[in-house]
């Protein structure tokens, strides 16, 4: 299962490799806009869990690769949290329709990050879901820490400092130097 998941991003990477070089080739490069995402991560066997019905990074994180006119930093990362609710206002400032972007979106455009890694664009990314049985699990990730709600409360809580803990080993939830932290949730 693992070796067709690894070939299917293979080859999922070098069909994205043809449409950039196609587009290079055929002089389409300055203004044409790609964005390549998915909408989920996927576990491969990590914490003993399969597919994508958890909160961890490797289940919530998703590629997302913005290349085209206005983007100057090529294969910069950003540090900011961004979601995929960012895509479409970041699209329509890139292509010039900021004004008629509608201001209830919960979006923001990450025109900033696409110029400058390090920018600022917001200081958290929301993500959910839902468990067989309707169990809801929410989520809120910083640029330093991860924090995860099952049932409201009610299933448990998880709190991982990200910078120091990249795997979210060690739930840091009941650990009282961390209550700024959680107060901030």
Do not use: C
């Not at 389409?28 to 066997?45: A, R």
């Not at 900011?80 to 329709?97: H, R």
């Not at 923001?108 to 696409?114: C, D, V």
């Amino acid at each position: 299962v693992i070796q067709a998941y690894l070939a299917s991003i293979s080859f999922m990477d070098a069909q994205a490799g043809r449409v950039l070089d196609a587009l290079d080739r055929l002089g389409l490069t300055s203004k044409t806009l790609v964005v390549f995402h998915s909408d989920h991560g996927y576990h491969m066997g990590e914490r003993n869990m399969w597919q994508k019905q958890s909160l961890f990074e490797e289940s919530i994180r998703v590629p997302l690769i913005i290349a085209g006119p206005g983007v100057t930093a090529k294969g910069g990362v950003a540090k900011s949290p961004v979601e995929l609710l960012d895509v479409y206002p970041t699209m329509a400032d890139l292509a010039g329709f900021r004004a008629q972007t509608p201001k209830y979106l919960d979006g923001k455009s990450l025109r900033q990050a696409l110029r400058n890694p390090a920018a600022k664009v917001k200081n958290a990314a929301f993500s959910q879901v839902h468990r067989p049985g309707g169990i809801p699990g929410m989520s809120v990730r910083t640029e330093s820490f991860h924090f995860i709600s099952w049932n409201y409360g009610k299933e448990g809580e998880q709190l991982y400092d990200v910078q120091a803990d990249p795997r979210e080993s060690k739930n840091l939830v009941s650990d009282p130097a961390q209550a700024k932290q959680l107060a901030m949730v």
